[in-house]
């Protein structure tokens, strides 16, 4: 990649899709139970050819119309895409395109309430697992099979594959791949970070002699998560390494209570030895602007690839802004076996969608030709660069690569996630099922449950909501 890695990202797509929300290939250790069968990710319609291009309204002297275009991110994105928003109505000065911004935090629920209204904005940015849990599965989006001036063969079939709905339709465009990834001090583990749990826990009780029982600013630590992702997401890819078998599959959780036990005791050994922390020692905030991580005292922070030069510019002397990725480096989550295959948890790293709205308001035939125009222009995505993580659209993966915009410690994580074949359920970040599997996880980091108690409420409650939705 140093080096884009489209030909070989293409290749792990297709792996992701081929799996679905079933178990890998690898042979699973500790006498996995049989997983039952996987959902079979559904087809995506054919694309043979680019759509026609439309004179009439893409003319300059064309009549004046008005669309929206929502996102979230942090203050660099918002600039980037305010960037590509000018470059678009500079060309087309009829077009008004009005910007609606802001943090991750109420999103979704400002989404679920503008779908309920039918006042969402025009274009979105939405979280690949929105695509499949809103509507339960069914495209609540635009049909994007059916756009016009959206020229579908910028995406592959199995790029597409991930946003086509239960309904066979296209509810949007994934932007690219991603997963989270164990940002290391090189300091700390100048030899890289531990392979398996026991090493981790070996090394980390001694980091962590001298440590108190409540955070005042002086604790190491081997392994510092930040946020309830961060332990959820560990959590599964423990169960995933160890046993072969994802979230769910055919309406049913397969993680077993005793794999989903096993992999809490090895979790609550590891806050026992003060590899990790306990829950009172966990200071806020629960992100890569975490103090025990910024002031070097954590060996290791779990952040999706695409925070990379975020989370490595938090750290110690470095800089965000420039991108200084000094005495950091990068590795996959260890397994709970020597030799079991570390996966990374794949998915999209976003979705872009033409909303329903659109349709209804008549203007969706601008919206597609503003979404093309994002992932085909030239000049808009030299603008947008990054800032959406890496592109795997055809004419934005040539200009990444052209651009040398993938490098160094990005291309180091990437390049992790596509030399292993990690998945990540469709359904994983569902907002009925994540909640459930985090107040399990709660409650045994807080002492309330045991690795028992806790492994039967992961299973029971995420199984009771599959009831319900199938």
């Known amino acids: 990649m140093k080096k884009m890695l489209l030909a070989v990202c293409l290749a792990a797509i297709a792996m992701f899709v081929i799996t679905a929300c079933g178990g890998n290939d690898a042979t699973p250790a500790g006498g996995a139970a049989t997983p039952a069968p996987a959902t079979p990710a559904p087809t995506p319609a054919p694309v043979e050819t ?30 980037a895409i305010n960037d590509a928003i000018a470059i678009f109505t500079d060309r087309y000065p009829h077009i008004t395109v009005n910007p609606i911004y802001g943090a991750f935090g109420g999103y979704l629920d400002r989404l679920t309430m503008d779908l309920a209204a039918g006042t969402e904005a025009d274009v979105l940015q939405s979280n690949f697992a929105w695509v499949h849990a809103l509507g339960d599965g069914y495209n609540v989006f635009a049909n994007h ?23 066979g339709e296209l509810s949007g465009v994934p932007h690219g791949i991603t997963g989270r990834v164990v940002i290391y001090n090189t300091e ?22 001298n440590n108190t029982a409540v955070d005042g600013g002086n604790n190491r630590y081997a392994f510092f998560p930040v946020g309830y992702q961060s332990w959820d997401i560990i959590l599964m890819t423990m169960i995933l390494n160890e046993y072969g078998v994802n979230l769910q599959g055919g309406g049913q959780i397969l993680p077993s209570v005793d794999q989903v036990e096993a992999a809490f005791e090895v979790m609550g050994r590891a806050i026992e030895a003060g590899a990790l922390p306990t829950f009172v020692q966990q200071e806020a905030p629960l992100d890569t602007t975490n103090p025990v991580w910024m002031q070097g005292r954590a ?23 420039a991108r200084q990725v000094e005495g950091v480096g990068v590795a996959l989550l260890p397994t709970m076996t020597a030799g079991t295959t570390a996966n990374s948890m794949q998915r999209p790293s976003l979705v872009h969608a033409v909303t329903q709205g659109a349709v209804n308001r008549g203007v969706d035939h601008i919206a597609a030709y503003f979404l093309n125009f994002l992932y085909t222009d030239p000049d808009a995505l030299l603008a947008i660069g990054d800032q959406f993580g890496v592109p795997l659209a055809r004419s934005a993966a040539a200009t990444a690569d052209a651009e040398g915009q993938v490098w160094g410690l990005m291309a180091d994580g990437l390049d992790l996630l596509v030399a292993n074949t ?11 099922l994540r909640p459930a599997r985090a107040a399990a996880i709660e409650a045994f980091r807080t002492g309330g449950a045991t690795a028992r108690e806790a492994a039967e409420r992961w299973v029971a409650e995420q199984q009771s909501y599959l009831n319900a939705m199938n």
Do not use: K
Not at 188 to 209: C, K, Q, R, S, Y
Not at 422 to 432: A, I, Q, R, T, V
């Open 50 to 79: 680019p759509p026609p291009v439309a004179e009439d309204w893409q003319l300059n002297d064309g009549n004046p119309a008005t669309i929206t275009f929502e996102w979230w991110g942090g203050d660099a994105r918002h600039a």
């Open 145 to 167: 099979n059916t756009l016009p001036y959206l020229d579908l063969t910028e995406w592959s079939d199995d790029l597409r594959a991930f946003t086509t709905t239960r309904d």
């Open 188 to 209: 700390m583990f100048p030899n890289g970070f531990p392979a398996t749990w026991d090493e981790l826990i070996e090394v980390g009780a001694e980091i962590a002699a």
């Open 299 to 321: 060996g290791g922070l779990f952040e999706w690839v695409g925070n990379i030069f975020l989370a490595a510019g938090n750290f110690g002397d470095n800089d965000p802004g």
């Open 422 to 432: 990690g998945d990540m359920c469709h359904l994983f970040e569902d907002p009925n």
